[in-house]
């Protein structure tokens, strides 16, 4: 299958912990998106990439999030010192640069329960 | 900055009965606008577009939705549903102006189809 991968696909982890969740994309994508996802709503944008750079990160992103994606191909995502409110579903997307970013294919998901 | 609003959370239809998911956005620009669907368990499919062109806009498994300029709407319908679509089903809209193509959700509509 070469769709996108996430893993681990569930996270349950104590506050005041750290989480990373790893994304891998379809391998000729250079754009990669991070979206999260709460209960009874839509995913909201955190931040993309475009092959290593982080174009542009969400006000939602605190400075307890980082993400990279150091040689433009898997990316990750850690939150720092997490918090209840962090529980969610965190989803991975990627896509072609250029007039065909808007097809963007999501990966599963990795939900994340901070207990 | 963009929004949109799906008017019902929930819709219960049975089979072989038409159904109409409601989407309204609003934005300061042009936006291209997409369906994406989630079957239970799975992650995020591309239904259907609009991007430029003809205002209605189809899908490979019978969908269909109409871009409304004026009424600034994208509404999604199927003439006859089966069991099989029963899904959740987010409508999302896209800057064309930033190139950054990142996705701003509705709440989502959850539809359950009965025999």
């Known amino acids: 299958d070469t769709g996108v991968s996430q893993n681990p696909r569930h996270k349950i982890t104590k506050r005041g912990q750290n989480v990373t969740f790893r994304c891998d994309p379809i391998?000729?994508?250079?754009?990669l998106y991070w979206y999260r996802q709460t209960l009874g709503q839509g995913p909201e944008f955190l931040t993309y990439?475009?092959?290593?750079?982080?174009?542009?990160k969400s006000r939602l992103l605190s400075d307890r999030f980082s993400a990279e994606r150091p040689k433009g191909s898997f990316s990750t995502l850690e939150i720092q010192r997490t918090e209840q409110g962090d529980s969610a579903m965190y989803l991975c997307?990627?896509?072609?640069?250029?007039?065909?970013?808007?097809?963007?294919?999501f990966g599963p998901g990795t939900r994340l329960t901070v207990t | 900055a963009q929004s949109v609003t799906q008017l019902d959370s929930q819709v219960p239809v049975f089979e072989e009965a038409p159904v109409e998911l409601r989407c309204n956005y609003s934005s300061s620009v042009s936006v291209y606008l997409f369906w994406y669907v989630q079957y239970p368990n799975q992650g995020l499919q591309l239904l259907l577009k609009?991007?430029?062109?003809?205002?209605l806009v189809e899908s490979i498994n019978g969908f269909e939705a109409e871009f409304n300029k004026s009424q600034t709407s994208f509404h999604l319908r199927k003439p006859s549903v089966h069991i099989s679509d029963t899904a959740e089903y987010f409508c999302a809209v896209s800057d064309v102006l930033w190139n950054d193509y990142k996705l701003s959700f509705g709440a989502g509509t959850t539809v359950t189809v009965r025999a």
């Open positions: 391998s000729e994508h250079n754009r």
């Open positions: 609009y991007l430029s062109g003809s205002t």
């Open positions: 997307a990627s896509s072609l640069a250029g007039q065909l970013s808007y097809e963007q294919y």
């Open positions: 990439f475009q092959n290593e750079a982080q174009l542009e």
